[in-house]
């Protein structure tokens, strides 16, 4: 027991000191915030917007699918444009057209090469200084730039309404006819959009964290905007900041050095040798009790399946979507199903299938390790169900009214769209889900309950890993109500990466180490001893980068300071590390599929459960990695190799492992009956082929000539109608048809199979029970 009280003692050190820094790390973030004004004026004193309108603009965002729509500073969906950048980028350009016609030209891009360089140094001054009065609370702008914001305005008036003349660039975008049908509404979206611009162009105060310091020879470093100098722009001047490159470099070396350390403690100390342990000499799981509410659980796992089917059909219509704009052959699908729509229930649908899949497994396994059946546990799991039935359907139903606009402002944030990607629905559902959630805490605790108080059970350390990480999966769900609805976007930004990344890339990995470390310790392939070990160390390595890895996604959100971008840089590279090391894992979970002639019956989990070692280390570590440092993300963000990476790492990784546990838990369920390899080896490749053509033929492609264009003529370009209506981008958004055709029938055919075990299924013959036994 002492080398697992380090341990403990290690994990529990660890977690204190990261969530300090992290906690931390926000506070400067949240003083280093961009001001939002309480007025905008003009040099003559014009109020150009207020912000009661900034506020309101959000609103009316957020109401249309915010993040689903489109992208703020980087975050969010990829058809229609940043609208940060985009605003940014047209008000350079109008300014300096207008420059261009006062000096007798028509267009800037016109004139000689001396006079644009003139300029545009001329457009940077005025841009990039900062008129915020923070005692009187305003912006004042010059009469020049005041023109311009007068005139990009009225562009996005006439886009998200109805107007003939941005028809064209509506469906590029793929956005509704009258997206916003009140005009009030459109104006006030106008002035949420230029101060997202605003922040992203103006140089933050010297005063802050992270502001110029004079150099050696006294001399001042460049100083930065709000948003670090995101996007990159080269008429205002916007470019990586010298500790981007910096941070980038040292991200490398902490990689390099990780992986080198890791390489020798698992060479020196990594001991898996069994021999002296007997294995069993027929399946342990084969004579498991069934209890009520373990049957109970198969509900769950249907649901699993159909909300996957829809989330595919969703992903369909969103990526048809990017060459019909509007329409679907022919239909004008928008007008009932808007691609903001389509999206946020495609999104939303990945997290919610895996989210439930896990969910039935800790209903599953927790009494299937502790022989316990609570009282009315089988109700508690009935009740539960019917509740995520409920989320499903009423947040679902709030989202499409609050699209259409049917539901209003005053009711949008609390039952319609909050317009935060993966915290899309309303408040009044997120807390009917967090009250979920501790419910399935509290029946996974209490069901497991007698391992945990036994201290002569050798589990008992994995089995308080799992319900700590259960615990954690649920209670960490609290982060997405840490925010209002008129909380600073900066904050808003800092807690919804708590949820995405903490859920995803931290309690769930532990979850997923801990009951995959149980399974095959109670089919007694793995010695109690060496797996408790295994797991605590596990969880250590891969928590001392997962929690303050968190970081890595704030650096362009508002007011970051360097000291936040350098630990996001060093942690974030830290997540890599381990996987580094997964085909030692799939390897060790290869030996043990094999290990017995009884494993035969577990074939197919144990393949899905390798193929969750492939993705996570092709799509967590090298994709993740290749997005990760800052001066990658800094051109990288909001382009498809962020999807790229999130495909391969949600679906490859968690989806997979989700499955993996589905079978584990019917072969439980349904082990009696006859399973049907030909469906399950079909849905195995087919899942993983037609990931893996979804990967490299689109979304790798597509991504890196979005990155050459960022990186030549500014990130702007590489999300405009000009470059993403181009022929080759049509080309390579079809050729997701040949993964996605495959992706499907690897989805209906593991559905079928799971279908068959309850409909006409066929029983094994004795013969063959008794032969597994015997095996």
Not at 537 to 565: E, N, Q
Not at 606 to 621: D, K, R
């Amino acid at each position: 027991m002492t080398s697992y009280r380090k341990l403990w003692l290690g994990l529990i050190a660890l977690l204190l000191a990261s969530f300090a820094v992290l906690l931390w790390a926000g506070s400067g973030i949240f003083r280093a915030a961009p001001p939002v004004p309480e007025r905008v004026l003009a040099e003559d004193g014009q109020v150009l917007y207020t912000r009661a309108d900034i506020e309101r603009g959000r609103q009316v965002w957020q109401s249309i699918g915010g993040m689903q729509l489109g992208s703020i500073w980087g975050h969010g969906a990829y058809v229609a444009p940043d609208w940060s950048a985009d605003w940014l980028h047209r008000e350079a350009t109008t300014i300096l057209d207008a420059w261009a016609r006062e000096e007798g030209g028509e267009r800037w891009a016109q004139l000689p090469a001396e006079r644009q360089a003139g300029l545009q140094r001329r457009l940077q001054a005025m841009m990039r200084t900062n008129t915020y009065d923070e005692a009187a609370g305003t912006i004042t702008l010059p009469a020049d730039r005041a023109r311009a914001v007068g005139d990009v305005a009225a562009h996005y008036v006439s886009l998200f309404g109805n107007d003939p003349a941005t028809a064209e660039l509506r469906e590029a975008y793929a956005m509704k006819e009258n997206t916003v049908p009140d005009a009030a509404h459109r104006q006030a979206l106008t002035a949420f959009f230029w101060w997202t611009a605003w922040a992203a162009t103006t140089e933050r105060p010297t005063a802050q964290d992270g502001a110029p310091a004079p150099d050696r020879q006294g001399a001042q470093s460049k100083p930065v905007t709000y948003t670090n100098n995101w996007p990159a722009e080269p008429l205002v001047g916007n470019a990586p900041a010298a500790p981007l490159w910096l941070w980038s470099v040292f991200s490398v070396l902490f990689l390099i050095a990780g992986i080198g350390l890791l390489g020798w403690h698992h060479a020196v100390s990594e001991d898996r040798d069994e021999r002296g342990h007997t294995l069993p000499a027929r399946d342990p799981f084969a004579t498991l009790r069934i209890t009520p509410s373990m049957r109970a659980v198969a509900k769950y796992f249907w649901v699993v399946l159909a909300l996957f089917l829809v989330q595919i059909l969703l992903g369909a219509i969103t990526a048809h979507y990017q060459v019909e704009g509007q329409v679907a052959y022919g239909f004008a699908l928008s007008e009932i199903l808007p691609y903001s729509l389509s999206r946020t229930w495609h999104t939303q649908l990945a997290v919610l299938w895996i989210a439930v899949a896990w969910l039935g497994t800790g209903l599953y396994i927790a009494p299937a390790l502790s022989g316990h059946e609570p009282r009315f546990q089988r109700l508690g799991v009935n009740f539960l169900f019917l509740c995520l039935l409920v989320i499903v359907v009423g947040s679902f139903a709030g989202q499409w009214f609050a699209v259409m606009q049917k539901l209003g402002l005053e009711h949008n944030f609390w039952f319609g769209h909050q317009g935060w990607e993966y915290a899309d629905m309303g408040r009044f559902w997120q807390w009917f889900l967090f009250v979920g959630l501790l419910l399935w805490v509290l029946l996974v605790g209490r069901a497991l309950w007698p391992v945990l108080t036994s201290k002569q059970n050798e589990s008992r350390s994995i089995v308080a890993l799992l319900f700590l990480a259960t615990a954690a999966i649920g209670l960490f769900f609290a982060s997405a109500l840490m925010w209002g609805e008129h909380t600073h976007i900066s904050e808003v930004e800092y807690w919804r990466w708590w949820l995405v990344h903490l859920w995803v890339e931290g309690f769930f990995e532990v979850f997923a180490t801990a009951v995959m470390a149980l399974i095959f310790t109670r089919l007694g392939l793995v010695r109690t001893s060496v797996a408790t070990v295994a797991v605590l160390f596990a969880t250590i390595v891969f928590m001392a980068g997962g929690v303050l890895g968190t970081l890595h996604h704030l650096y362009f959100i508002g007011g970051t300071p360097t000291a936040v971008v350098a630990l996001g840089a060093s942690f974030s590279a830290l997540e890599v590390v381990p996987l580094a090391y997964l085909g030692f894992e799939a390897y060790h979970t290869w030996k043990l599929g094999k290990s017995t002639l009884w494993m035969k019956r577990y074939r197919w989990p144990v393949l899905f459960f390798i193929a969750v070692s492939f993705w996570n280390l092709v799509g967590a570590g090298l994709f993740g990695f290749l997005i990760n440092p800052p001066l990658s993300l800094y051109y990288m963000q909001g382009l498809n190799l962020t999807p790229l990476h999130g495909h391969t790492a949600l679906f490859g990784v968690y989806g997979m492992l989700g499955i993996a546990l589905m079978l584990f838990c019917l072969r439980g369920l349904r082990g009696q009956m006859r399973w049907d390899a030909g469906a399950l080896k079909v849905a195995f490749w087919a899942l993983n082929i037609g990931l893996a053509l979804m990967a490299l033929l689109t979304l790798l492609p597509l991504g890196t000539m979005q990155l050459l264009a960022a990186i030549e003529h500014g990130y702007a370009y590489a999300r405009s109608a000009e470059f993403m209506q181009r022929p080759i981008v049509d080309l390579l958004i079809w050729m997701r048809v040949p993964g996605d055709t495959i992706f499907s029938i690897g989805a209906l055919a593991l559905t079928w199979f799971v279908l068959r075990l309850w409909v006409a299924p066929k029983r094994e013959s004795p013969e063959a029970i008794a032969e597994d036994a015997r095996d």
